[in-house]
């Protein structure tokens, strides 16, 4: 079955500690795209990336890093920057970026700082 | 710049009753629209889009939504609410000519057995 990847599911982070985390998708999408859920605040962009090797600051991006290296593979990087990480955070890809598409989501992975 | 308003953060109905989630966008030149369903602690999945092809969209699990130019509306509706329909729903537009998708602060839908 094609589809998003994300781990993992529940992720605890002491302050001061940099985590990654994964998103993998097999569905030969070109985009890729980083939100963080908050309640009552929907999803907020981080990053996103329209080709292998490039990516795009978002809406919130302070304090996180990303890559990609492969096509099929986008990793979040939660620094130590980031003052208040603990989100539900959700990896989404489309299948390119020139036309209206409806974005799919991975099961997404839970921050909580300790 | 774009925006989506859903209006009521909580939406509680009895069980064969009507769902009515509301969502209003706010562009002269109308976006594409989309409304995702999310289960709790997983991701986002689509339940219709509407893409100017047709006023009423259907979608998946019995939920339609018609687009309102005059209104710039995109309501969900459901004839029979179910245990099952029990989750928050996002509605989320593209801007014509762009191509990040902006997403409202979402609702929360629970049915009363």
């Known amino acids: 079955d094609g589809g998003i990847t994300q781990s993992p599911k529940y992720l605890f982070r002491k302050e001061g500690q940099n985590v990654t985390l994964s998103c993998e998708q097999n569905l030969n999408h070109d985009a890729m795209y980083w939100y963080r859920q908050d309640p009552g605040q929907g999803l907020r962009l981080i990053y996103y990336?329209?080709?292998?090797?490039?990516?795009q600051k978002g809406d919130i991006a302070e304090g996180y890093s990303v890559s990609r290296e492969k096509k099929e593979s986008f990793p979040l990087t939660v620094t130590s920057a980031q003052k208040n990480p603990t989100a539900f955070y959700l990896c989404?890809?489309?299948?390119?970026?020139?036309?209206?598409?409806?974005?799919?989501f991975g099961p997404g992975t839970r921050l909580t700082v300790l | 710049a774009q925006s989506v308003t859903q209006l009521g953060s909580h939406v509680s109905v009895s069980e064969g009753a009507l769902v009515l989630l509301r969502c209003n966008y706010s562009s002269s030149v109308p976006p594409y629209l989309f409304w995702y369903v999310q289960y709790p602690n997983q991701g986002l999945q689509l339940l219709l889009k509407?893409?100017?092809?047709?006023?009423l969209v259907k979608g998946i699990n019995g939920f339609e939504a018609e687009f309102k130019k005059s209104e710039t509306s995109f309501h969900l509706t459901k004839p029979s609410a179910h245990m099952s329909d029990a989750a928050e729903y996002f509605c989320a537009v593209i801007p014509t000519g762009g191509f990040k998708t902006i997403f409202g602060a979402g609702t929360r839908l629970f049915v009363k057995a």
């Open positions: 989404a890809s489309t299948p390119d970026r020139g036309t209206y598409n409806e974005q799919f």
């Open positions: 990336s329209q080709i292998v090797n490039d990516f």
């Open positions: 509407y893409t100017s092809a047709a006023t």
